[in-house]
């Protein structure tokens, strides 16, 4: 079975110091991840996603995350936050090989972390 | 804009009320979604479907019915709703399975009083 757990449940930063998002998973094949985020009351949108290509990827909005199998860590970084970064962040893991069939198809979501950003 | 629509955005209901939340998507995909969210929980899968007329259960698929009657809709029914089922509820649609990205619709925040 797959599981996402995301370490900070809030993260508080400084405008301009950089941010730090941490997420580990457990899967059994080879997974995808993601981040998604959530301005406040606004639907999840996409920043990134990892499927088995470069294990550095780039996002919007200068947010990038790093695929580390051998720690199961998929962490959300960012060099300077910005008052917009402000929202909550969710990792999710999907198992690729088990769910490529239809019919089993299922993501795992991260509990969240409310990134606040200082002025 | 394509996306994912959701309607109402807001319902109060009364403990033991019906009522159906709709999603439409206008980007022809086959997988749509149906999440609650609740403060601390992150999302949680109620129910999904695969394709027009096929629905399949999620983790949380107690006291709600769904369907998929065409392509492009897929309705969340509370046939008698409990104080339990406040929450905010996303829908979302993908192409196909895995790697492929969800888009979601902006929420339905459901109070049961």
């Known amino acids: 079975a797959q599981s996402v757990t995301q370490l900070d449940s809030h993260v508080s930063v400084s405008e301009g110091t950089p941010v730090l998002l941490r997420c580990n998973y457990s899967?059994?094949?080879?997974?995808?991840l993601f981040w998604y985020v959530q301005h406040p009351n606004k639907g999840l949108q996409l920043l990134l996603k990892?499927?088995?290509?470069?294990?550095l990827v780039k996002g919007i909005n200068g947010f990038e995350a790093e695929f580390k199998k051998s720690e199961t860590s998929f962490h959300l970084t960012k060099p300077s936050a910005h008052m917009s970064d402000a929202a909550e962040y969710f990792c999710?893991?999907?198992?690729?090989?088990?769910?490529?069939?239809?019919?089993?198809?299922?993501?795992?979501f991260g509990k969240g972390t409310k990134l606040s950003v200082i002025p | 804009n394509a996306g994912v629509t959701q309607t109402p955005k807001f319902r109060v209901l009364k403990t033991g009320q019906s009522m159906t939340l709709l999603c439409a998507q206008d980007m022809n995909h086959e997988y749509m979604y149906w999440y609650r969210q609740d403060p601390g929980m992150g999302l949680r899968l109620i129910h999904y479907s695969v394709g027009e007329g096929t629905t399949a259960k999620g983790e949380v698929p107690d006291g709600y019915n769904v369907s998929r009657l065409k392509k492009q809709n897929f309705l969340l029914g509370l046939e008698s709703a409990a104080p339990s089922q406040t929450s905010v509820y996303f829908c979302a649609s993908t192409h196909r399975a895995g790697a492929n990205v969800l888009t979601f619709g902006a929420g339905s925040r459901l109070t049961v009083l």
């Open positions: 999710v893991v999907s198992d690729q090989t088990r769910n490529s069939g239809a019919g089993s198809y299922q993501l795992t």
């Open positions: 990892y499927t088995s290509a470069a294990t």
């Open positions: 899967s059994s094949y080879s997974p995808s």
